[in-house]
């Protein structure tokens, strides 16, 4: 399910209609009649209709699927993947798409770049996926109890996470620059830096440490936790000061399991991501700080700014909040720290997020595994007259 744009540029403005026109019919039918795809799109002739639609079945954008009662089409993941990358093209957005620099369980991580060159990440988040990778959640979805669910539920996950990266950035905190969201997918500013599970030795560890760990308190006393603060998420970048001295500069990602200081288990959460990075000093750098804590009943005595309840108010709601929980929940998607237990033995067995990263040495972030180099322009079809279904 790799990120293909190879033929977005080839696609005509009736190819657009009827792709957008099967989106919004699988709103309500979890296969769109083929007739309704027509009468969405509009488009005068019926033959023209049935070329779009065996045109983009050829290149996977939709699937035909037999039902009991009807014949019809589903949106694929590469089918969403075009209209996200289609609408982040015209709005100017993204220009071009580079190599792939991650594959996390529910993620896809992209370089791109804007029109004036600058460097972009894209994150396409496909939340069904882990569906087919585990046998519990396997069953889980043959049961099929949520239908096109995993399409609603990658786009909760994205805009729940440029929403919380807004209201983090708006607070100073150190987080990618959000640019833009659309769908299933988010635009950031690309971070020059290693996930801190590559670096395999730091000056000063103590400050390190101690600049996570105030981190963690003061995203408290935003009202949040960041429910998966590990070193998969903590890009740290090494900069070189006046006097040679080196800085360590930590930057924060991956927000979809962010929760409020309100959730019942806000302590255990807190606690896992606190335990998450003493854990990592201890082994990686050989750091123990003598002192306990931090506890989440200290952090969040002094609240600064209610976050949480201000991304509710401005898109994110509680009730999508819910939702996207109970989902990641029934699927096993609990970041890369799931199996904490608070005081029980930690194991050895480091987990791996399935990127480039095994080897602690330290690897070009561009220089990762490459899909196809597709340096050009995404798009360039005609504009299309808006639709009316
Ligand atoms: P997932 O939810 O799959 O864990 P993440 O947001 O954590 O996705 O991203 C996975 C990896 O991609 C990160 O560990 C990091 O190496 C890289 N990455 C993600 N966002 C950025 C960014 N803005 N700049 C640089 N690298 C990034
Ligand atoms: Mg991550």
């Known amino acids: 399910m790799k990120l293909n744009v190879k033929n977005i540029r080839y696609l005509t403005s009736d190819d657009w209609r009827v792709l957008t026109a099967t989106e919004m019919g699988s709103r309500n ?29 050829k290149i996977g954008l939709i699937a035909k699927v037999r039902n009991a009662k009807y014949d019809g089409y589903r949106l694929t993941y590469g089918g969403l993947d075009y209209l996200a990358m289609h609408t982040h093209q015209k709005s100017s957005t993204v220009y071009s798409v580079g190599n792939q620099i991650g594959v996390g369980k529910e993620s896809d991580i992209i370089v ?57 950035r708006a607070e100073g905190f150190p987080v990618p620059e959000p ?89 255990y959460y807190f606690d896992r991501d606190v335990a998450c990075i003493k854990r990592f000093f201890d082994r990686r750098f050989g750091f123990t700080s003598d002192e306990p804590g931090p506890f989440f009943k200290d952090a969040t005595r002094k609240i600064v700014k209610r976050l949480d309840v201000e991304v509710q108010a401005s898109g994110f709601s509680k009730k999508m909040a819910k939702e996207l929980e109970v989902y990641m929940k029934e ?33 070009a972030l561009q220089g990762g595994p490459v899909t196809e180099d597709t340096s050009g322009p995404i798009a360039t079809p005609a504009d299309e007259p808006p639709l009316t279904p």
């Open 29 to 57: 039918h979890e296969v769109v009649p083929t007739p309704l795809i027509s009468q969405i799109a509009a488009i005068r002739s019926g033959t023209g209709v049935h070329k779009c639609i065996s045109n983009l079945a």
């Open 112 to 168: 791109c770049a804007s029109e004036t060159g600058r460097q972009l990440v894209l994150k396409i988040h496909r939340l069904g996926r882990i569906s087919f990778r585990t046998v519990k959640a396997n069953r889980d979805y043959l049961r099929n109890r949520q239908g096109a669910s995993w399409m609603y539920m990658s786009r909760l996950a994205a805009l729940k996470e440029f929403e919380f990266m807004k209201a983090l």
């Open 179 to 267: 640019i833009g969201q659309n769908r299933h997918t988010v635009i950031m500013s690309l971070i020059d830096a290693f996930p801190m599970r590559q670096i395999s030795k730091v000056g000063d560890p103590a400050g390190l440490y101690a600049e996570l760990l105030s981190l963690i308190v003061r995203l408290a006393q935003h009202g949040l936790i960041h429910g998966d603060f590990n070193e998969f998420n903590i890009l740290v970048e090494e900069r070189e000061e006046k006097h040679g001295r080196l800085s360590l500069i930590p930057t924060i990602i991956d927000f979809p399991q962010m929760v409020s200081i309100d959730h019942e288990n806000a302590e």
């Open 331 to 363: 699927h096993g998607i609990d970041g890369d720290a799931g199996d904490f237990e608070p005081g029980a033995e930690e194991d050895d067995n480091e987990q791996d997020d399935g990127v480039e990263d095994d080897d602690d040495g330290g690897v």
